[in-house]
């Protein structure tokens, strides 16, 4: 039996925490462990709690949670963290990537999305959700991109790179490939080390940035580079 992903909940607001306690009541998995009302608070408790994943809120007034979680990560890098806002801001997003967080989500989301996208995270998948991810695809299809450098990915790891620009879970690319789920695993995990990058959230950022993405979200991957 899997043991449960003790987490810590940082909000300012009492009300949003009692609502994330509610949507992680939905699934077994989670387990929430200490409750925080701001950055610093947020920062002790990981210290004392040793949680597997924090959930953090951008904008909180004693301490935002992008300081907090940049504290937290230099002291304890294997905890994972997400974000969590009302902000579908890219600016904001790419914030909370640059101080290490795993992932971010949007309040808006149903509770559904929000447990898949928790046990993803959990599981060691860090998808972004899917609405960011498009949402990154259009600035970055109308925008400037990164100069382009010689990438030493074989043909399988630039396929599955282009997936992971979607979005993609594991068992999707899996499913779409012909390969096994411990497959796409492996190729992600030489891929994260040949690129020099810790997760797969920066690999996802990685590919928007040079024009790893697919023309149409709902079709095939193309590796396109404009």
Same mark, same amino acid.
């Given at each position: 039996?899997?043991?449960?992903?003790?987490?810590?909940?940082?909000?300012?607001?009492?009300?949003?925490?009692?609502?994330?306690?509610?949507?992680?009541?939905?699934?077994?998995?989670?387990?929430?462990?200490?409750?925080?009302?701001?950055?610093?608070?947020?920062?002790?408790?990981?210290?004392?709690?040793?949680?597997?994943?924090?959930?953090?809120?951008?904008?909180?007034?004693?301490?935002?949670?992008?300081?907090?979680?940049?504290?937290?990560?230099?002291?304890?890098?294997?905890?994972?963290?997400?974000?969590? /806002?009302?902000?579908?801001?890219?600016?904001?997003?790419?914030?909370?990537?640059?101080?290490?967080?795993?992932?971010?989500?949007?309040?808006?989301?149903?509770?559904?999305?929000?447990?898949?996208?928790?046990?993803?995270?959990?599981?060691?998948?860090?998808?972004?959700?899917?609405?960011?991810?498009?949402?990154?695809?259009?600035?970055?299809?109308?925008?400037?991109?990164?100069?382009?450098?010689?990438?030493?990915? /074989?043909?399988?790891?630039?396929?599955?790179?282009?997936?992971?620009?979607?979005?993609?879970?594991?068992?999707?690319?899996?499913?779409?490939?012909?390969?096994?789920?411990? /497959?796409?695993?492996?190729?992600?995990?030489?891929?994260?080390?040949?690129?020099?990058?810790?997760?797969?959230?920066?690999?996802?950022?990685?590919?928007?940035?040079?024009?790893?993405?697919?023309?149409?979200?709902?079709?095939?991957?193309?590796?396109?580079?404009?």
């Amino acid at each position: 039996m899997t043991q449960p992903v003790r987490v810590l909940i940082a909000d300012d607001h009492e009300h949003a925490r009692q609502g994330i306690r509610e949507i992680l009541r939905g699934d077994p998995l989670f387990e929430t462990v200490a409750e925080a009302s701001g950055g610093r608070e947020a920062i002790e408790l990981a210290e004392r709690w040793m949680p597997e994943l924090v959930l953090m809120d951008i904008d909180m007034k004693e301490m935002n949670g992008l300081t907090a979680a940049q504290i937290i990560k230099s002291k304890f890098p294997s905890m994972k963290i997400v974000m969590v /806002t009302v902000s579908d801001d890219i600016a904001d997003l790419f914030e909370a990537l640059k101080k290490g967080a795993q992932g971010y989500l949007l309040k808006n989301l149903n509770p559904g999305s929000w447990l898949e996208y928790l046990r993803a995270v959990a599981l060691d998948e860090s998808p972004m959700s899917r609405e960011l991810a498009f949402r990154l695809l259009k600035e970055f299809s109308s925008g400037d991109r990164l100069r382009e450098s010689k990438i030493p990915l /074989t043909p399988r790891e630039q396929e599955i790179l282009s997936w992971v620009s979607k979005g993609a879970l594991n068992k999707e690319i899996a499913d779409k490939l012909g390969i096994s789920e411990h /497959t796409v695993k492996n190729h992600l995990k030489n891929i994260l080390n040949k690129l020099h990058l810790d997760n797969r959230v920066q690999l996802a950022r990685y590919a928007f940035e040079r024009g790893y993405f697919p023309k149409e979200i709902p079709g095939e991957p193309s590796f396109h580079r404009g």
